[in-house]
């Protein structure tokens, strides 16, 4: 019987456990992060309301340049320009889904209130030799690696978070195959009466029980550090 694998994209989450410069810049990066996303979403919904015009991810990156250049947002030159790029992104991909009724209007973010993370593409960080570096930092995260990333994979974003009790994650997004469980349906006509019918016998005399589940259940998403992405 032939196996069919499936590429899939997993999170591998971690505990780190930054240096004082690393959380120093990885504080102000989220800072960055949050101030742009505000701004860029202050600007679309000002220009919805003044104009009925539809700002998309091009203009606010375009917007982004010019607020570098002033001295009032300098400091986010300070930081990796990645992070302020993904959460444009991400600002688009939330106003895609408003406009297609499927969540409600993107809200600002506080201080205290929003989760405090930054997402780093490929572009921003480096892993070699299973050690993890960041742009614009001079060493590699101090990272607890709870269980082993798949054989041969390469990350392909990171994202950083701190959560209220300052305790310092680090998710790598990943792609893995995986081997799709047997499903009793793709099974041969013939294996599935013959197969099936002693189980059904038992299941009629015994009751519920092992031999009484289907055949076709699987386990949920994985436990512990890994999570199935689906975009």
Known sequence: MWMVTKAVRRAYKFRFYPTLEQADLL??????VRKVYNLALAARTEAWRQRQERINYNTTSAMLTVWKKTAELAF?????????????????AGFVAFWDRRARYPRFKSRKQSRASAEFTSRA???QNGTLT?????EPLDIVWSRPLPDGAVPSTVTVSRDSARRWFVSLLCEDS????????????????IGNWPAKRRARRTGPGPDSRSPGSTPGSPTGDATTCTS
């Open 134 to 138: 960041l742009a614009k930092m001079a």
């Open 27 to 32: 504080n102000r990066t989220f800072g960055c």
């Open 125 to 127: 960080f480096r892993y």
């Open 178 to 193: 995986i081997t799709p469980a047997t499903n009793a349906s793709t099974a041969p006509a013939s294996s599935r009466l």
């Open 76 to 92: 986010l030159n300070e930081v990796s320009s990645v992070p302020l790029q993904q959460t444009l992104r991400h600002l688009q």
